[in-house]
T-cell receptor
Framework: GNSVTQMEGPVTLSEEAFLTINCTYTATGYPSLFWYVQYPGEGLQLLLKATKADDKGSNKGFEATYRKETTSFHLEKGSVQVSDSAVYFCALSDRQNTDKLIFGTGTRLQVFP | GAVVSQHPSRVICKSGTSVKIECRSLDFQATTMFWYRQFPKQSLMLMATSNEGSKATYEQGVEKDKFLINHASLTLSTLTVTSAHPEDSSFYIC???????????FGSGTRLTVV
């Protein structure tokens, strides 16, 4: 079945450091891929998405590229801020947002000044 | 943008009682809503898919008689935890699909504590 695998956290970085959170997936067909962010005590917010191979999603300095050949969708940011501290979830859906989302286990990011 | 309101944000109830959680799409119609459960420091577990006007589809291992889902209108889905026990304590999150934009929008979650 479809699944998402994320690197385990927590990821601890100093402010302005480079961030990579790895995400790989297993799916039949051509899923859409997402990154969601969850701040403490809150629900999930869509960070970025990509709907087909080689698409790059970007938002708030975060980027991720849909790599079909490596079945990956790694999240990157060139310079993190303390306010980026949160839990990040990689997810996929089978049919362009009209089917249920399958989530990875989440990666907690802690950024210190 | 699309907004989903989830209420209450926190609830404490006694063992054996029932709790209802509401999920409303405020500015769009949601024919499909999803209910998730999140354990501390863990990912979201999909509990069920709620379709307006029909029975919910439950994921394997989720007790449909314990977690009652009603999706009576295009803007409201409810999850009722019946005869709650301490092990039902968790963070419950709903999401709604906006068919026009094909986007998912999540509620802010409900922290349920059963004492």
């Amino acid at each position: 079945g479809n699944s998402v695998t994320q690197m385990e956290g927590p990821v601890t970085l100093s402010e302005e450091a480079f961030l990579t959170i790895n995400c790989t997936y297993t799916a039949t067909g051509y899923p859409s891929l997402f990154w969601y962010v969850q701040y403490p005590g809150e629900g999930l917010q869509l960070l970025l998405k990509a709907t087909k191979a080689d698409d790059k999603g970007s938002n708030k300095g975060f980027e991720a590229t849909y790599r079909k050949e490596t079945t990956s969708f790694h999240l990157e940011k060139g310079s993190v801020q303390v306010s980026d501290s949160a839990v990040y979830f990689c997810a996929l859906s089978d049919r362009q947002n009209t089917d249920k989302l399958i989530f990875g286990t989440g990666t907690r990011l802690q950024v210190f000044p | 943008g699309a907004v989903v309101s989830q209420h209450p944000s926190r609830v404490i109830c006694k063992s054996g009682t029932s709790v209802k959680i509401e999920c409303r799409s405020l500015d769009f119609q949601a024919t499909t809503m999803f209910w998730y459960r999140q354990f501390p420091k863990q990912s979201l577990m999909l509990m069920a898919t709620s379709n307006e006007g029909s029975k919910a589809t439950y994921e394997q291992g989720v007790e449909k008689d314990k977690f009652l889902i009603n999706h009576a209108s295009l803007t409201l889905s409810t999850l009722t935890v019946t005869s709650a026990h301490p092990e039902d304590s968790s963070f419950y999150i709903c999401s709604a699909v906006d068919r026009e934009s094909n986007g998912y929008t999540f509620g802010s979650g409900t922290r349920l504590t059963v004492v």
